[in-house]
């Protein structure tokens, strides 16, 4: 910070630039933490809708197997009803054969008939274990997910803090630079070079003559004169209550 008293003694308050430094990194660190923070949780989100896409592709699994068990359960019953529907033509049909050939079609049909079964029966079985391993498959998934559900409100609970946190660390930051900002302008207001009485520029009626010498802004980056110079009456009438206030010893 520019003293504007003395252009040649530069930062009379050193150590308020390192303190705006250490507010602005701590700022800075704040935003890069919840950054993290939203990248685990874009992560778990992901996670958390792959969960989600898995466990939907498992119930439309369980329902396309339900509705191939009912089909081929109705395939079933239509095999039986069409041997039974037929089981009386067999000897129609076999009249102008011999007595054996009609039995050993008979036996044919129940034979067909136990096949039909039994092969339906194991296909409808098999379903069915795949069913059960689905519904294994989906519990899993979902206590997948039971378990992620309280690490996502963790990190956006940890969010919210780390927000407030930072908003609170920028309200600071501002109040901290309006104030500097009030100091450098109390700073900057020209004093009276004429008589040394101290008055500032804006409080004279008439700044411009024999009993008030308002230096211009070229005078007054010039090394001043030291001689017969009253310091104390060209300071800020509240500068050294802000420097005990400021002074961090």
Same mark, same amino acid.
């Not at 049909?93 to 102008?96: F, I, L, P, R, S």
């Given at each position: 910070m520019?003293?504007?008293i003395? &252009?040649?003694?530069?930062? %009379?308050y ?6 705006? /430094?250490?507010?602005a990194?701590?700022v800075?660190?704040n935003?890069l933490e919840?950054a993290q923070m939203e990248?685990?949780i !874009?992560?778990?989100n ?14 439309n699994n ?5 509705a191939?068990?009912?089909?081929l359960?109705?395939?079933l ?10 089981a009386a @033509?067999? =000897?129609i049909?076999?009249?102008?054969m011999? /007595?054996e ?7 044919g049909?129940?034979n067909?008939k @136990?096949?039909?079964?039994?092969d339906?029966n194991?296909?409808?079985?098999s379903?069915q274990e795949?069913?059960? /391993?689905?519904i294994?498959?989906?519990?899993k998934y979902d206590k997948?997910?039971e378990?992620?559900q309280?690490?996502?409100? !963790?990190k956006?609970?940890?969010? @919210?803090? /780390?927000t407030?946190?930072?908003i609170?660390s ?8 309006e104030?500097?900002?009030?100091i !450098?302008s109390q700073?900057? @207001?020209?004093v009276c070079s004429g ?6 520029a804006e409080d004279?009626?008439? =700044?411009?003559?024999a009993?008030?010498? %308002? ?7 010039e090394? &001043? ?5 009253n310091?104390?009456? !060209?300071?800020?009438k509240?500068a050294?209550?802000e420097l005990?206030r400021?002074? =961090?010893i």
């Open positions: 520019d003293n504007p003395f &252009p040649m003694y530069p930062q %009379i050193p150590y308020q630039a390192e303190r705006e /430094a250490k507010l990194d701590s800075q660190q935003g919840i990248g685990c !874009r992560d778990l992901e996670d958390y809708a792959m969960l989600n896409s898995k466990n939907d592709a498992l119930e369980k329902e396309i197997l339900t191939e068990r009912d089909r359960q109705r395939k019953e239509d095999a039986e009803r069409i041997v039974q529907d037929n @033509r067999f =000897p049909w076999m009249d102008e011999r /007595a050939s009609v039995e050993e079609v008979i036996r049909a129940r067909l @136990r096949d039909l079964t039994n339906f194991n296909r409808i079985n379903k795949q069913i059960k /391993a689905n294994g498959i989906q519990a997948e997910i378990e992620l309280p690490q996502v409100d !963790r956006y609970q940890e969010q @919210r803090i /780390a407030s946190e930072l609170e920028r309200e600071e930051h501002s109040i901290e630079k104030k500097n900002e009030k !450098r700073m900057k @207001r020209k008589c040394g009485c101290g008055c500032y004279i009626d008439d =700044p411009v003559g009993q008030h010498d %308002i230096p211009s802004d070229s005078e007054e980056k090394i &001043p004169d030291f001689g017969n110079y310091f104390r009456a !060209r300071l800020p509240n050294k209550t005990n400021m002074s =961090p």
